[in-house]
């Protein structure tokens, strides 16, 4: 590990007390944190409406500080407690009445084909683009659904089960021209590939804090292009959505910002808990990171090749996000085997390795070493 990567690292108390590859699923949290659930104590401790004044300022903080590790403008970013609730409300804001095709791909996290086959009821005609071998999605295939009756396309970055990466740049292009619109969810992606918004120029992004971003599981984020803000009026907000909430007036006119996609009153607690792992992700900076999590899942491929194991996960490092999956007989079994000796990873459909900045060369060889000899021992 390089210097500010191995500094950062003794930043995370659960790295002492396991082999954590699992960042995919959930990120370690650093220890900074542990003052936040303290501060917040002493502040529910000896409640004064006056703290709103403080959290106000501090939400606003972290959701302009998500953005500019998006590369987006401030302003332009706004938080909630789950990705679903924010996609619901983009995609309630979309009108299909002229164009009615919503291209997605077989690949995407339930969230997301569960809440678009609901957009039928509203006109919508969705249009899956299967995936090859349930591993990754046809570039060609993808850009060649996308026409000029659609109206949305609505995708993941890296497939949630085996890390493969969509080439968003050739997606957006491709709408443009068609006139479509990009709904990109980045969940599996944001903190470990570099995402660059406002180069992308795509209309929505989605993502959260709890994998790669090592925050809070109940925190994620929505940001949208400024250059279509006042075009979306979403249905099912909140009072946060108005212009001024604070105010405890009539609701009357939306927010000039990404805070029209707001609810109801905000969840504190997770934005402030994120909040400490985004800034070390932002002092380390996403080339860095980005490094070297190619670096360790290039060192499980290795390790994957020389033993003769089934790789899901694209070899080509453009190709691949964080994620590593490996699909054998019984793979499952030597998940929860693994897990029980201290050894952590996930398995959706194969086994999931996700190593971390955080993580160490000796911990991939150490796990994988494990995870051969239990492989063996399962066929």
Not at 291 to 298: H, I, K, Q
Request: aromatic share 8%.
């Amino acid at each position: 590990m390089i210097g500010d990567l191995a500094s950062a690292r003794a930043e995370f108390p659960l790295l002492e007390s396991c082999v954590y590859l699992n960042s995919n699923s959930t990120g370690a949290v650093p220890r900074g944190v542990e003052q936040v659930l303290a501060d917040y104590w002493q502040t529910i401790s000896r409640w004064r409406d006056e703290v709103w004044e403080r959290w106000w300022v501090e939400l606003h903080a972290y959701a302009d500080d998500l953005a500019a590790f998006l590369g987006a403008p401030a302003g332009s970013v706004v938080t909630d407690v789950n990705l679903s609730s924010l996609l619901g409300r983009v995609l309630g804001a979309i009108d299909f009445s002229k164009r009615s095709k919503i291209v997605t791909t077989a690949l995407e996290f339930p969230t997301v084909p569960f809440l678009l086959r609901a957009q039928e009821r509203r006109g919508a005609s969705v249009h899956v683009v299967p995936a090859r071998g349930g591993a990754s999605i046809d570039g060609e295939a993808l850009l060649a659904a996308i026409d000029d009756e659609t109206r949305l396309v609505c995708l993941s970055h890296a497939s949630y089960e085996t890390g493969a990466l969509v080439d968003l740049h050739a997606v957006a292009r491709r709408a443009r021209a068609c006139g479509a619109w990009v709904v990109v969810d980045a969940y599996q992606s944001v903190g470990v590939v570099p995402l660059d918004v406002e180069a992308l120029d795509v209309e929505f992004v989605l993502g959260g804090a709890h994998k790669w971003m090592c925050g809070s599981i109940e925190s994620a984020f929505l940001y949208v292009n400024p250059r279509v803000l006042c075009e979306v009026e979403p249905p099912a907000t909140g009072w946060m959505a108005a212009r001024d909430p604070l105010s405890f007036g009539p609701a009357t006119d939306y927010a000039d910002t990404a805070r029209r996609f707001a609810s109801g009153t905000p969840a504190v607690l997770p934005a402030l808990v994120s909040h400490v792992a985004l800034r070390m992700l932002g002092r380390l900076g996403m080339p860095a990171i980005r490094e070297a999590s190619l670096r360790l899942t290039s060192r499980v491929l290795s390790h994957a090749h020389d033993a003769d194991l089934p790789v899901a996960t694209p070899l080509d490092d453009a190709a691949r996000g964080g994620v590593v999956c490996l699909r054998f007989a019984g793979d499952d079994r030597v998940v929860a085997a693994l897990k029980a000796d201290g050894l952590v990873c996930s398995h959706r459909g194969g086994v999931r390795i996700a190593p971390h900045f955080y993580n160490t060369v000796d911990e991939v060889d150490t796990f994988m070493r494990a995870l051969i000899a239990r492989a063996r021992a399962s066929s």
